[in-house]
């Protein structure tokens, strides 16, 4: 098992950056995939991006691709979402979440989920 915490939410104009980051404790493989996903109130969980820990690949949801960047540092065990461009869509909690097996879209194949943190992007 894996403990996730989130941090670095805020509230910010449309337009503007935030960085959230991820740490994670416990051991995380390199055959290990991680999430960012984010809730809206009154709308499903929904997959923003992930990263396989070892080899560092990227992957995106087309709502956030250009605008979004998702990266690790596996000596401080930390993931991390840079967030861009932001809009007033964008705003939700974020959630980083571990995958139970390999690369998903689908909050059912994560697990070790973190408390979330909100954004919130004012127009």
């Known amino acids: 098992q894996v403990r996730l915490a989130e941090s670095g939410g805020g509230l910010v104009q449309a337009g503007g950056s935030l960085r959230l980051s991820c740490a994670a404790s416990?051991?995380?493989?390199?055959?290990?995939?991680m999430g960012w996903f984010r809730q809206a109130p009154g709308r499903e969980r929904e997959w923003v991006s992930a990263?396989?820990?070892?080899?560092?690949?990227?992957y995106y949801a087309d709502s956030v691709k250009g605008r979004f960047t998702i990266s690790r540092d596996s000596s401080k065990n930390m993931v991390y979402l840079q967030m861009n461009s932001l809009k007033a869509d964008d705003t939700a909690v974020y959630y980083c979440?571990?995958?139970?097996?390999?690369?998903?879209?689908?909050?059912?194949?994560?697990?070790?989920w973190g408390q979330g943190t909100q954004v919130t992007a004012s127009s």
């Open positions: 979440a571990r995958a139970r097996r390999g690369l998903s879209s689908r909050a059912a194949e994560y697990e070790d």
């Open positions: 416990g051991r995380i493989f390199s055959s290990h995939v």
């Open positions: 990263i396989r820990w070892g080899v560092g690949n990227t």
